[in-house]
């Protein structure tokens, strides 16, 4: 009971974008909270735990299909895995919680897409782009981001999803740039695609290598470079196509 | 200097505040994790003469928002990760990677060398910083919890002893 309890809150961690290192932690704090010897192994793609208990050995492995980035849930798993170690709550209520921290959805999508569109503001900005690209910008960016939306309710490939992405933002830019005057393409592609930046990718990667885990942080690593090489085979496609078609 | 400061200031809040909501960070938090982005851009910034930075800025900033995020770690007890990897979205090389396929698709290859060395070289920075600071960070944690360790069985054997 205890050890699927813990091995939920390791999925969770998991699944939503937190070192490996720290699930492995996680689930040991979480078992020796309640007495229990336990050993941990966990790599970004799936999850074993043994328990040692009196009537000798139980182990859990876990495959891991679907990733996502949601830190709200990795910080409110953590602090819950803190709470544990203090109180030692009854076990029904620490599953309650976790219902609750899977269930928990807490930005819309309003402004999840929104968060697209003022990055891609932002960044077409700060990347020398006028207030004309950066209006477009945000235009395509939101747009980019109702696309993101859409692709992440059924489980698709995570590569093909990174290539029309990088594809579609430049087909987008492209067109916007058409239709408003006065704006930069280039400025406005970078600007959408500073959205794709595998940022959690590459931080957990080099943050596992440190702590030892090699197989993990070269994972993660290995991960970012894919993410980055589909982004760009994605925009150099859509970039000669455009200039094939000859609308440059 | 003042007005294009404080116009890359804003600037790099807002992107790293934008990540923060795709990502999910949680809404106590945003506001600081605007706040490291925009310290971690423009730090390095003052040092140079244009608002691309350099690869020794890029390691500087990388440097400043892993710090940064460390310490606001410890101060609002939540992982680090929520912290820097928002933080970071303002140093990366966009321009330059963009470069690099622009000249691929144009086959100007010599080019796309240049470029795409110079993303790499920033990309490393980005993660040699990080690396650097939270591997200080966590040394300082590791004695610090071995000398806690150490007292707590001190007092036990005394204990025991009484």
């Given amino acids: 009971m205890v050890l699927e309890m813990a091995v939920r809150a390791g999925l969770i961690l998991l699944r939503f974008g937190d070192e490996t290192y720290r699930v492995e932690e996680t689930i040991n704090r979480i078992c020796s909270s309640y007495g229990l010897k336990c050993e941990s192994f966990a790599i970004p793609t799936g999850l074993i735990v043994s328990v040692y208990g009196e009537k000798g ?21 953590n602090a819950l895995s803190r709470q544990i170690e203090k109180t030692k709550p009854d ?8 219902d609750n921290i899977e269930k928990s959805r807490p930005y819309s999508q309003v402004s999840t897409v929104l968060g697209y569109g003022l990055l891609s503001f932002a960044f077409s900005m700060l990347f020398g782009g006028n207030g004309h690209d950066a209006v477009s910008a945000f235009l395509a960016g939101a747009v980019l981001g109702v696309l993101q939306l859409s692709f992440s ?39 959408v695609l500073a959205n794709f930046v595998p940022g959690v990718a590459l931080i957990n990667g080099v943050r596992d290598l440190l702590n030892g885990d090699y197989v993990s942080g070269l994972t993660k690593l290995g991960e970012a470079l894919m993410v980055l090489t589909v982004l760009s085979a994605g925009t150099g496609i859509a970039l000669s196509l455009w200039r094939f078609g000859g609308l440059s | 200097m003042i007005p294009l400061l404080l116009k890359y200031f804003i600037l790099s809040f807002l992107g790293s505040f934008a990540p923060s909501m795709i990502m999910n960070i949680e809404k106590r938090l945003l506001l600081w994790t605007g706040l490291g982005g925009a310290l971690g851009y423009c730090i390095p910034y003052l040092f140079g003469t244009s608002a691309s930075l350099s ?20 101060y609002h007890e939540t992982p680090a990760t929520a912290f820097s990897v928002p933080g970071i979205f303002p140093l990366v090389p966009g321009i330059a990677a963009y470069q690099t396929v622009q000249s691929i698709v144009e086959n100007r290859i010599q080019d796309a060398v240049f470029y795409g060395i110079n993303t790499v070289v920033k990309a490393f920075a980005i993660a040699f910083g990080i690396m650097l600071v939270s591997s200080i960070f966590r040394t300082v944690r590791n004695k610090k919890n071995a000398r806690n360790f150490r007292l707590k069985e001190r007092t036990i054997n005394e204990d025991n002893r009484n």
């Fill in chain 1, 57 to 77: 050995i139980t182990t859990i492995c876990k495959r891991i299909q679907t990733r996502t980035v949601d830190l709200q849930k990795v910080a409110r798993v």
């Fill in chain 1, 91 to 98: 076990i029904k209520e620490v599953i309650t919680e976790l």
């Fill in chain 1, 153 to 191: 309710k059924d489980n698709s490939f995570p590569f093909i999803e990174y290539f029309i992405h990088s594809f579609s933002a430049v087909i987008l830019c492209s067109v916007f740039s058409l239709i408003f005057r006065n704006t930069n393409v280039y400025i406005m592609i970078i600007g």
């Fill in chain 2, 55 to 74: 690869a020794s800025q890029t390691f500087a900033g990388a440097l400043i928002v892993g710090i940064y995020s460390e310490l606001m770690a410890k």
